[in-house]
């Protein structure tokens, strides 16, 4: 039975901490939710759930609802598609096993990066790893900021926005499973998936509706319909089909911290789909504070 003050104050699902990209430990991230005012926050590290811990603790303390997830990481042909995932077995071995190969081709990725962008900037594997916390995700948002650290760029989205855009021929991809792959292994470890931001792109491109309706039949629950980075066009498309295909709808920041401009509670997710994200979850509870 929900009980009321559980879902008490807004609701964002999507936010990340120093265990992948973000500037901030999971413990100061939902303290940060907490000042700004959230009910629930959900914990998505990039293929991690390394921060759970830390940051169940800070919820118990803050009084604030945590939903442990992940944004793992799938892939369509070269197109990067974030699956979020929420309250699965974290212990899952078929899980684990994919989320530990997609860390390790992260990290050999970042290395060859770093390698050729090395060839004309003044950089090295030790300036990233000196930007990463230990243990955390490596990802390009590491190399961002050490791109930034040495003078290189502004901040983390200039980084991107210049060497480290696909045209600057230092981006390599990563292993990542197919998204609906994915979406199998969420459901067998008791988790609710859900699509990241699918509306970055036009309409049909990478999450096309042949390939939604295919994702709904393995499993699909949902779209996260409001983010910032989501095109008005494709959007309103996807609303349709999320309506004909009988996917709910979330909203989230994608918080990160001081490492994006995203902040928290600009976009939020309607109680009732949280209790339906939280009754269709088996492999995990969430954090009650």
Same mark, same amino acid.
């Given at each position: 039975?929900?009980?009321?003050?559980?879902?008490?104050?807004?609701?964002?699902?999507?936010?990340?901490?120093?265990?992948?990209?973000?500037?901030?430990?999971?413990?100061?991230?939902?303290?940060?939710?907490?000042? %700004?005012?959230?009910?629930?926050?959900?914990?998505?590290?990039?293929?991690?759930?390394?921060?759970?811990?830390?940051?169940?603790?800070?919820?118990?303390?803050?009084?604030?609802?945590?939903?442990?997830?992940?944004?793992?990481?799938?892939?369509?042909?070269?197109?990067?598609?974030?699956?979020?995932?929420?309250?699965?077995? !974290?212990?899952?071995?078929? =899980?684990?096993?994919?989320?530990?190969?997609?860390?390790?081709?992260?990290?050999?990725?970042?290395?060859?990066?770093?390698?050729?962008?090395?060839?004309?900037?003044?950089?090295?594997?030790?300036?990233?790893?000196?930007?990463?916390?230990?243990?955390?995700?490596?990802?390009?948002?590491?190399?961002?900021?050490?791109?930034?650290?040495?003078?290189?760029?502004?901040?983390?989205?200039?980084?991107?926005?210049?060497?480290?855009?696909?045209?600057?021929?230092?981006?390599?991809?990563?292993?990542?499973?197919?998204?609906?792959?994915?979406?199998?292994?969420?459901?067998?470890?008791?988790?609710?998936?859900?699509?990241?931001? !699918?509306?970055?792109?036009?309409?049909?491109?990478?999450?096309?509706?042949?390939?939604?309706?295919?994702?709904?039949?393995?499993? =699909?629950?949902?779209?996260?319909?409001?983010?910032?980075?989501?095109?008005?066009?494709?959007?309103?498309?996807?609303?349709?089909?999320?309506?004909?295909?009988?996917? =709910?709808?979330?909203?989230?920041?994608?918080?990160?911290?001081?490492?994006?401009?995203?902040?928290?509670?600009?976009?939020?997710? %309607?109680?009732?789909?949280?209790?339906?994200?939280?009754?269709?979850?088996?492999?995990?509870?969430?954090?009650?504070?």
């Amino acid at each position: 039975m929900v009980v009321a003050r559980q879902f008490q104050g807004p609701v964002d699902l999507h936010a990340h901490s120093s265990v992948s990209d973000g500037t901030e430990t999971p413990a100061e991230l939902v303290r940060a939710a907490s000042a %700004a005012g959230l009910g629930t926050i959900a914990l998505t590290d990039h293929d991690s759930t390394a921060g759970w811990a830390e940051a169940s603790a800070a919820a118990r303390h803050e009084h604030l609802t945590l939903i442990p997830g992940m944004e793992f990481s799938t892939r369509v042909q070269y197109a990067s598609v974030h699956l979020l995932a929420y309250l699965f077995d !974290p212990a899952d071995s078929a =899980l684990l096993a994919e989320m530990t190969r997609v860390r390790a081709a992260r990290l050999s990725r970042a290395e060859q990066m770093v390698a050729r962008i090395g060839v004309d900037y003044d950089l090295s594997w030790a300036d990233v790893l000196a930007q990463t916390a230990p243990d955390a995700t490596v990802g390009r948002p590491h190399i961002a900021d050490a791109l930034v650290a040495r003078g290189h760029a502004l901040n983390r989205s200039a980084a991107f926005a210049d060497i480290l855009h696909w045209k600057a021929g230092y981006f390599q991809p990563h292993y990542a499973p197919d998204p609906l792959r994915a979406i199998e292994l969420v459901r067998a470890a008791g988790g609710v998936p859900i699509i990241a931001h !699918p509306a970055t792109r036009g309409i049909g491109d990478v999450v096309s509706e042949a390939r939604l309706t295919t994702m709904a039949e393995a499993g =699909l629950f949902g779209l996260e319909l409001g983010h910032r980075e989501n095109k008005p066009e494709p959007t309103a498309h996807l609303f349709e089909l999320a309506a004909k295909l009988g996917l =709910l709808v979330t909203g989230s920041s994608d918080y990160h911290g001081t490492g994006k401009p995203n902040r928290l509670g600009e976009n939020t997710t %309607a109680p009732d789909v949280l209790e339906r994200i939280i009754a269709e979850g088996r492999g995990s509870t969430p954090v009650y504070g």
